[in-house]
């Protein structure tokens, strides 16, 4: 394991368009806090720049971390390019404070700078645009937004980087399909804290399963309630754990079948409730239609929780099918429901499956795993001095 020490420090400054604190199940934010405060561990200076008010610059310290936030205005479309005017004003007014800089997608302004520039992109947006679910207008909307708008911000990003990184080879992949054939993206992978989400008897387990994220399209919500019909004949009930654009449909849709009293929704929760939800859940499920690698089943895999997901995306990277989890087709709300009811009837191979998941998290989707690949890239560009 690489670790710095105080002769070959460095100054980082991450760009990045999520609030921080993180909150409300913002993976790309805890993302970010989460690898920062690796790389303050180990000895580096971390400046994280992201969207402010419409007033002047603001700061401060969190955890030994500089938040800063300069100006952001609402001027959609144009609105990330002039976020990245203050953003480049605010570097440039720094001075020599920084060795690198680290922008992390989607939707954060590209500056142009001398200083080295690496980019994590988290997902290509064409293919999330493409896998995304046309429920009403609005989801029609953010399909054709996302697919638009997306396409020219990821092309100048990967343009303006003297290196990108992904978290998956499923992500690696689009973007050389997508946007451009010759680019080599280096796999940093994503991670979770190990130390806290940590397998635990549960206090109220039954036979309950377990949603955590976005409430959002391309996330086959709507599948996971139609798995929840095709199961209404058993004591199997589900719990919902986020919060997004779709919350009020599902919640309507779940009172028009009649399993209000099988389908329990939590809304947006703590850490610490999160934690207990996965300690407490005996099986997980994730039946999105596109992922880059989602946090959540990280989180699951850490607490030893077996893992019915389809397999999308960085999903397939993680999940091998009977040895940590199930795979199944996006799109099969069947296929998902036998899988549900092997596991629920079979404790030897939840625990089976929830062990060898907690190894593969150990093994190699740690933060101080995601750290050391993040400084071989800093150090590749020949950032340390």
């Known amino acids: ?95 020599s404070r920084f060795d690198i800089v680290h922008v992390h997608s989607p939707l954060s302004p590209t500056v142009k700078l001398s200083l080295p520039l690496v980019s994590t992109i988290h997902s290509s947006l064409l293919g999330d645009a493409q896998n995304m679910e046309v429920v009403d207008v609005k989801s029609l909307a953010t399909k054709l937004q996302t697919w638009s708008v997306g396409h020219r911000l990821i092309s100048e990003l990967i343009k303006n980087s003297d290196l990108v990184t992904t978290v998956s ?88 079948i009649g399993l209000q009293d099988r389908i329990r929704f939590e809304g947006h929760v703590k850490t610490k409730e999160l934690i207990r939800l996965y300690q407490n859940a005996s099986v997980f499920v994730f039946p999105s239609y596109y992922e880059g690698l989602p946090t959540a089943i990280l989180e699951a895999m850490s607490v030893g929780l077996p893992v019915v997901a389809t397999h999308v995306g960085g999903i397939r990277e993680v999940i091998k099918d009977g040895e940590n989890g199930i795979s199944i087709p996006p799109g099969a709300p069947n296929r998902m429901a036998e899988a549900i009811s092997a596991l629920i009837q079979d404790k030897k191979l939840r625990k089976e499956l929830g062990r060898n998941a907690r190894r593969t998290i150990e093994e190699s989707y740690t933060w101080d795993r995601v750290t050391d690949r993040l400084e071989n890239c800093y150090s590749s560009l020949s950032a340390f001095k």
Do not use: W
Request: aromatic share 8%; hydrophobic share 40%.
């Open 169 to 256: 080879n499923a992500v690696s992949q689009e973007l050389r399909k997508y946007y451009a054939g010759s680019i080599q993206p280096v796999v940093i992978g994503n991670g979770v804290d190990e130390r806290r989400f940590i397998p635990a008897e549960p206090q109220n387990r039954g036979n309950s399963v377990l949603y955590v994220g976005r409430l959002t399209y391309r996330k086959g919500l709507f599948d996971l309630l139609k798995c929840a019909t095709l199961l209404r004949m058993t004591d199997i009930s589900f719990v919902i754990a986020g919060e997004g654009e779709l919350y009020a449909k599902l919640r309507k849709k779940v009172r028009d």
């Open 1 to 95: 394991m690489t670790h710095a020490n105080n002769d070959h420090a460095m100054k980082i400054c991450i760009i990045t368009s999520t609030p921080f604190p993180p909150g409300k199940h913002n993976g790309i934010a805890n993302y970010v806090l989460s690898t920062a405060n690796k790389l303050v561990e180990r000895g580096h200076s971390v400046t994280i720049m992201t969207r402010g008010s419409f007033a002047k610059t603001a700061s401060e310290i969190v955890n030994n971390v500089e938040i800063v936030r300069p100006p952001f205005i609402r001027v959609y479309p144009f609105h990330v390019h002039v976020h990245g005017i203050f953003v480049k004003k605010c570097i440039e007014a720094l001075g």
